[in-house]
Each structure stands twice: as C-alpha cells, then as structure tokens.
Antibody
Framework: EVQLVQSGAEVKKPGESLKISCKGS????????IGWVRQMPGKGLEWMGI????????RYSPSFQGQVTISADKSISTAYLQWSSLKASDSAIYYC??????????????WGQGTLVTVSS | EIVMTQSPATLSVSPGERATLSCRAS??????LAWYQQKPGQAPRLLIY???TRATGIPARFSGSGSGTEFTLTISSLQSEDFAVYYC????????????FGQGTKLEIK
C-alpha cells in the first residue's frame, strides 16, 4: 500500500526557518515524482513544485521559485519542503503529493495527510 | 501559464439528483486533466484522471468528460458523502510543469 506520511504541525515565528518532511512507503521512492501543494486557510490548492527523488531534479512553480526549497533523501525515502525565513503569509496546510505514473506528465495519485504550518509572532 | 477556471463556485443540489461541474482551461491541455474531491479536514482524493478514467475505488456515479479546454465532472445521483469541494487540475503544460488547479467548486446540499 502506497503511503505518504508527513511530519507534524509546526508553530513558528516570522523570520524562523523550517523544514517539513514527507516519508514515502509501499513503492519505489526513487521512481516517482513528488510534489508539494499549499492550501491557505479557507482557500484552494496551489502547486508549489516537484522533485524526482531518483536524481533530485527539481522544478518550481513561478510563484514559489526562490521562496522555498524542495529536496529529497532517497536513502530514507523522504522528501522535504523548507523555508529559510518564514512569513505570516506562509501559514497554511502543506500537502505532499506523489504522481500517479512514473513520468512527469501525470495526475496526483497519492496525497500525504498534510502538515499545518502556523507562523505568528 | 495555463489558467483553470471552474464553474460554478458553489452548486446547491438535492440528494439523489445529478450534479454537473465544469472546468475550463485557458489553452488546450489535451486529456491531461484530473478531478479531486476534498472534504473538510481531509487531504484531497483523486476521482478522475485522463479526463475520464475513474481512479481505483471511485463509484461509477462519478464520470468525467471533455478534452482540450472544456471538461465536465458529473455525479449522477448525489449521495450524502458527495457533498464536498471539487478541484480540477491540468498536468499538461510542460516545460515547466505547473500542474495548475482550478479554484474549486463547493457542492452543497440544497
């Protein structure tokens, strides 16, 4: 069974750094692209970027380029999303999302449970 | 950048009736279109991919159609568990891949 298990909720102050994680299991972690999706309070889904854990090829949506860093450690089947300096506007739920096929042109087949990030002074 | 527009924003339908949700792409995405269902406090769930293929375990009352720029999700006979927010997503535009979502349609009980 494919599972994506994300790290727990975080409460941070503006300016702090943060790295959240998404551990994949039940499939070959290196063979499928994993993306990150933001959902701000009461709002819709926004695609942030995607990584291929096999070689760490990473692509960002224009709105998130330079704002976050996506990485992966294939030795522990885990993808990451990190911020170097959080802003209050980064408060949201973040989902990791594995594509349904091994190629890049594919739907999201599996979702993590989401990580709530709250940034407040 | 491809923009996905869903309509209506909110749809009020009675249980047992049919619901029709629309999604339009600002340029052709071929059949690279998926639909997701999201209930409060839950992660989204894949319903349809390839514009018309039901995901594993999705009831037959859910169907998708369309190609190019116009797509439709139809729920033939609404059950209580179907009231949720529905998102379409394109995964055609490459490079770079943007996997754009529509803004969502909230399906509520009439």
């Amino acid at each position: 069974e494919v599972q994506l298990v994300q790290s727990g909720a975080e409460v941070k102050k503006p300016g702090e750094s943060l790295k959240i994680s998404c551990k994949g299991s039940g499939y070959s972690f290196t063979n499928y692209w994993i993306g990150w999706v933001r959902q701000m309070p009461g709002k819709g889904l926004e695609w942030m970027g995607i990584i291929y854990p096999g070689d760490s090829d990473t692509r960002y949506s224009p709105s998130f380029q330079g704002q976050v860093t996506i990485s992966a450690d294939k030795s522990i089947s885990t993808a990451y999303l990190q911020w170097s300096s959080l802003k209050a506007s980064d408060s949201a739920i973040y989902y990791c999302a594995r594509l349904g096929d091994t190629g890049m042109v594919a739907h999201v087949g599996y979702w993590g449970q989401g990580t709530l990030v709250t940034v407040s002074s | 950048e491809i923009v996905m527009t869903q309509s209506p924003a909110t749809l009020s339908v009675s249980p047992g009736e049919r619901a029709t949700l629309s999604c339009r792409a600002s340029q052709s995405v071929s059949s690279n279109l998926a639909w997701y269902q999201q209930k409060p406090g839950q992660a989204p769930r894949l319903l349809i991919y390839g514009a018309s293929t039901r995901a594993t375990g999705i009831p037959a009352r859910f169907s998708g159609s369309g190609s190019g720029t116009e797509f439709t999700l139809t729920i033939s006979s609404l059950q209580s568990e179907d009231f949720a927010v529905y998102y379409c997503q394109q995964y055609h535009h490459w490079p770079p891949p943007t996997y754009t979502f529509g803004q969502g349609t909230k399906l509520e009980i009439k």
